[in-house]
């Protein structure tokens, strides 16, 4: 009688019912600090055990007789301002036999012009795959003088409609899908194709290192200076790359279960990718549902295959300096990262599709599906149930535990892992910067983040499909 | 409760202990610049040791100079070739150089292994080294000796590289194509015996067919013979058919007249290729029932080596814009366009 008493106490229910809501939000939280960790050991045992890394001149000499054709695929729209640099960065890569697609994808400025005009092309005809489906293309246009590049001119379709046009349009076994607008380090190709020459029958995609430019120099479509940017939004999501490609895609790689390639920077094999349609239209996360689409292809066959991630080739990329921009930018990734789990829902924990189903889908879940709902949740209750004396203090810390000091810890061992393993930041003041935003990142910036993820779940629950508008400033120039 | 805390505690702890390790790197950052000037000071002082001078003169460098000296050397070889490089590495020699590098082959990182392999395998009289490094624990390193070796005349006989590149691991790496490029150089005979090795992987055959198809028409025969075996194997019949065409040579017309009627699209298309390659004026009108393969690339392949074999190709291309199948007339004008382009 006394237990039923008990239970039916309004008050010891409210504590009991707080207990759950913080225990669910820290056992969550707690799940993804322990998957992050694991991942960080799996991607220090990547570095440190990853093949030997030669120096450009030796990895011309070792591959460029080897080294398969690659075609670069590069969409545009609306880039008139800097389409003609990015191009010409293009056609300077260090790589002894490649293509450089750009398709003009319906811009409604002069990014066709401006490419026509000064790389002197004339329209041609070619004899295309119609493999992948696309929005129709008006023109091809080549020059005899640049027999590298071919621009193609389509009605807009999006980007993963340009890329399947890119698609179609290439004859090379494997291609490269970049953004126009950010820049490839000169010897990317050459890096980024090791496992293609390493282990040419299982390697069907492979994905490179995307970094920060802002703040940067650029001299003739070339980083010339490192530097961290001044803004504040730019230096975090320096740290957030970081987290992201150092220690969670090289350790998913590792472990063969990597469920995204960047759409910024990402090789794949044609054939394999023209076998699963190519980039799906109608969804904002096209990189991620093509990457899932080939792990559902090549296990459903029962094909030994590889996708892998490569820590050293770099594509820099200019990132959002804005609030609005940002939050705009975040909320599309979160919608993408949505409908990607969603449409293959079926792979979750399915043993049908090993590691990707168990680890890959079981990250996705706990970081996309679940994280910013609970970690928001956990933001409004537990301080409040705290304050209204519901919960005990230690209850309170180990929220903030989960939320804020383990999250600290683990961007300060990736930069850690970076300054051991790879030592991209040439000066030891800019590492001190980023330790120092890797801990204020956690106070007001991380829970707008979570903000903007939810307001990506609100566009997924409402089925919107727009992309927003990316305003580019433009790299600073030496 | 006591776990809730413990929470709280571990993590505190943790994120101390990352801050300890960052600023540790930190300060050795700040000590290996300091270093960085220090040895850029000596590479300027040794680059006119080693650039000019008697070697006779010269005495061993101090380990630390020596360090300085080896990748100099090892920078400037890569950029020099001929009597320029042989005084180069002779100077490197009388420095010590030689030696520093074989102490490096025991380092634990495999990194520095390959660059002393492939360091040394540009000195006089560091053979042994070189070839002992094939037996290496890490697979990069056996197979940057392999290659290293393969550019020498001294080399080891191409089936002894091959087993001991696979004794730990099968080599899978498009590298073995350049590593059997290098052999033939100055032992063709030997890596076409390869070919007739039981023993050996269809990925080691294949990479000697390569090797063996950039020499010319002289191993055509040969590669002809290995296409009319390998009607069941289609996984290999494209590598050889793309090995036949790179001959140039007409030999393998019949294994490749075949292969265009191959149930497999990769076959079609590469025997399609090779046609365009060797000029097989005979196979124009065989390639004229690909243009309307259900597969683009066969498509693609057929009407391009139409425009390759010449007037005969590309009477059949103009004969096929007048088809009444779209998929033929536009293959056909498409590459026709191509062509004029």
């Known amino acids: ?478 | 409760m006591t776990t809730l805390r413990a929470l709280w505690e571990v993590s505190l702890a943790l994120c101390v202990l990352a801050m300890l390790a960052l600023l540790v790197l930190l300060l050795a950052r700040v000590l290996s610049a300091r270093l960085f000037d220090r040895t850029s000071a000596v590479r300027q002082r040794l680059l006119p040791l080693l650039l000019d001078g008697d070697p006779a003169e010269l005495e061993p460098l101090r380990k630390g100079e020596l360090q300085a000296a080896a990748d100099l050397t090892v920078e400037i070889a890569e950029m020099t070739r001929g009597s320029e490089r042989e005084a180069l590495l002779a100077r490197a020699t009388a420095l010590g150089v030689t030696d520093l590098l074989i102490g490096r082959l025991r380092s634990r990182k495999a990194q520095s292994r390959l660059n002393a392999v492939e360091a040394l395998s540009m000195f006089e009289g560091s053979h042994d080294y070189v070839i002992n490094a094939l037996g290496d624990r890490n697979p990069d390193v056996r197979l940057g000796a392999a290659l290293a070796l393969a550019q020498h005349a001294n080399a080891p006989a191409p089936i002894d590289i091959v087993n001991k590149l696979n004794e730990s691991a099968e080599e899978n790496s498009l590298l073995l194509v350049s590593l059997m490029v290098d052999l033939a150089e100055t032992n063709s005979d030997a890596v076409a015996g390869l070919l007739f090795e039981e023993d050996l992987s269809h990925r080691v055959k294949v990479a000697a067919m390569d090797a063996l198809s950039q020499r010319g028409g002289e191993y055509a025969p040969l590669l002809a013979y290995m296409a009319r075996g390998s009607g069941n194997e289609p996984e290999l019949q494209p590598r050889i058919f793309r090995a036949l065409g790179r001959t140039g040579h007409p030999a393998g017309a019949e294994a490749i007249m075949e292969g265009m009627a191959s149930d497999n699209w990769i076959v079609r298309a590469a025997a399609a290729e090779a046609v365009g390659k060797t000029r097989l004026v005979a196979a124009a009108d065989r390639l004229s029932t690909l243009l309307n393969d259900p597969h683009y690339w066969v498509r693609y392949r057929a009407s391009e080596a139409l425009l390759r074999i010449g007037t005969r190709g590309v009477s059949v291309l103009r004969e096929a814009t007048r088809s009444e199948d779209p998929v033929v007339r536009s293959a056909a004008l498409k590459m026709l366009a191509e062509g004029r382009a």
């Open chain 1, 1 to 478: 009688m006394t237990l039923d008493f008990a239970i039916l106490d309004p008050a010891e229910w409210m504590v009991a019912s707080a207990e759950a809501i913080a225990l669910v939000v820290i056992v969550a939280g707690l799940l993804q600090i322990v998957f992050y960790f694991v991942l960080l050991l799996y991607a220090g045992a990547a570095l440190g055990t990853r093949p030997p890394v030669p120096r450009s001149a030796t990895l011309w000499r070792r591959y460029s007789d080897q080294a398969p054709a690659i075609s670069v695929l590069a969409p545009a729209f609306n880039e008139e301002l800097t389409i003609v640099e990015s191009t010409r960065s293009l056609l300077a890569l260090q790589y002894p036999d490649f293509e450089v697609i750009v398709i003009n994808d319906g811009s409604k400025d002069g990014t066709l012009d401006r490419l026509v005009s000064e790389f002197g092309l004339e329209q041609v005809d070619r004899f295309v795959d119609r493999s992948v489906e696309h929005a129709p293309i008006r023109g091809f246009y080549a020059s005899p003088r640049l027999p590298r590049l071919l621009l193609v001119d389509k009605e807009n379709g999006g980007k993963a409609d340009a890329l399947n046009a890119g698609i179609n349009c290439s004859r090379t076994a494997l291609f490269c899908a970049i953004d126009a607008d950010s820049i490839l380090e000169s010897d990317a190709l050459l890096r980024v194709v090791r496992p293609f020459i390493d282990e040419p029958d299982l390697t069907i995609a492979a994905g490179g290192t995307i970094r920060i430019a802002n703040g940067c120099k650029v001299d003739s479509g070339r980083i010339s200076d490192i530097k961290l940017p001044r803004n504040f939004l730019a230096l975090v999501q320096i740290v957030e790359y970081l987290r992201a490609f150092l220690m969670a895609r090289v350790g998913l790689g590792r472990m063969q279960a990597l469920t995204v390639i960047s759409g910024a920077f990402g090789l794949f094999r044609r054939r394999q990718v023209v076998e699963v349609g190519g980039y799906s239209h109608g969804t904002v996360g096209e990189d991620m549902e093509l990457v899932l689409k080939l792990h559902r292809l090549m296990r459903e066959a029962k094909r030994d295959y590889r996708i892998d991630f490569i820590a050293e080739p770099v594509c820099w990329t200019e990132c959002p300096d804005t609030l609005s921009v940002l939050g705009r930018q975040r909320a599309r990734w979160q919608r993408g990262a949505l409908e990607c789990f969603v449409k293959h829902k079926d792979m979750l924990f399915n043993p049908r599709y090993g590691r990707i189903g168990i680890v890959g889908f079981g990250h996705i879940l706990l970081v996309d599906v679940l994280g910013p709902l609970l970690e928001v949740l956990g933001y409004i209750l537990v301080p409040l149930l705290w304050a209204l004396g519901l919960l005990a203090l230690p209850w309170l810390l180990a929220f903030l535990a989960v939320t804020f000091m383990f999250g600290v810890s683990l961007s300060i061992a990736t930069l850690v892992l970076e300054e051991i393993q790879l030592r991209r930041f040439p000066k030891a003041r800019e590492l001190a910067v980023l330790a120092i935003i890797a801990v204020l990142e956690n106070f007001g910036y991380r829970q707008l983040s979570n903000l903007w993820r939810l307001q990506g779940w609100w566009q997924f629950i409402r089925k919107q499909q727009s992309w927003g508008t990316m305003t580019r400033k433009g790299f600073s120039t030496s």
